[in-house]
Structures are given as C-alpha cells and as structure tokens.
C-alpha cells in the first residue's frame, strides 16, 4: 500500500496518477485471491475426508474396532493435509497440497477383516450342508 501512495504521488499528471493508482488496487485485489485460495483448500480437503467418513461409516461387516481405527486415521491425515496447506508458501505450493490431501484421504479405507475371517473359518470346518447354508445366507456374525 505504501508504495502505491509514494508511485501516486511521484505522478506528475492526473492520467500518471490514476495508471499507480490502478495498479496498486490491482495488485492489492491480487493479495485478496491469493488469500482465499488457502480456505478453499481446507474446505476441499475437509469435504473429501466427510464423504470418506460417511463410506467408511456404511462399510458393512466391520466391527467396531475396524470402524474407529479407520476413522481415527481418517483423522490423523486430514489434520496433516491441513497442515501442509497451512504450511504452503504459495498458491501452487497450496495446490499441491491440496491434491496430495485428497489423494491420502481417499486411500483410508476400512476392510471388514475380523468378521470375514470368522466367516471364512466356520465355512471351513462346517460340513457341507452348513456350507451351503451359509454361503446362501452369508450369516452375519
């Protein structure tokens, strides 16, 4: 701002005046994109991690120790991604780290893993009239 004043005031004409004055307003405008681009970020990275939530949420045949460890690392990497946009230095940089975010948001998955090995081992040792059952009515444990 201060060297928009002291260009405006080095103007020897009113057209001189008004060209600093003009760039000064739209370097200044220049400084109001660069800084929402940081908040629409957040909000990108923190929209992907909502809609994870909610896919990890109505994963079916989790228990509910898969279901909280799912979420707490769905966690741990939002707060990273936005501490990595917080810690860009430009907008590029912020964009990066935005991409990167969503990319290892996305990867938090939950995988029914207990349940199906329970499954997977009563199927086993059953005989094979019980293995039809179950296979027919995939029972849930």
Not at 51 to 63: M, S, V, W, Y
Not at 80 to 94: G, L, S, T, Y
Request: with cysteine.
């Amino acid at each position: 701002m201060l060297q928009t004043e002291q260009a405006s005031n080095q103007g020897s004409r009113n057209a001189d005046v008004e060209d600093k004055q003009n760039d000064g307003t739209n370097k200044i405008r220049a400084i109001q994109v660069q800084a929402s681009v940081r908040p629409q970020a957040i909000q990108a990275v923190t929209e992907q991690a909502n809609t994870q939530r909610q896919a990890i949420n109505q994963t079916q045949g989790l228990t509910e120790n898969e279901r909280q460890a799912a979420l707490n690392q769905l966690d741990q990497t939002l707060a990273k991604a936005i501490e990595d946009i917080k810690a860009a230095d430009d907008n590029e940089e912020v964009g990066n780290a935005k991409t990167k975010g969503i990319q290892a948001i996305q990867a938090v998955t939950a995988v029914a893993k207990i349940k199906n090995e329970a499954i997977q081992s009563v199927l086993s040792s059953s005989g094979c009239q019980e293995r039809q059952y179950f296979t027919k009515y995939r029972l849930n444990f």
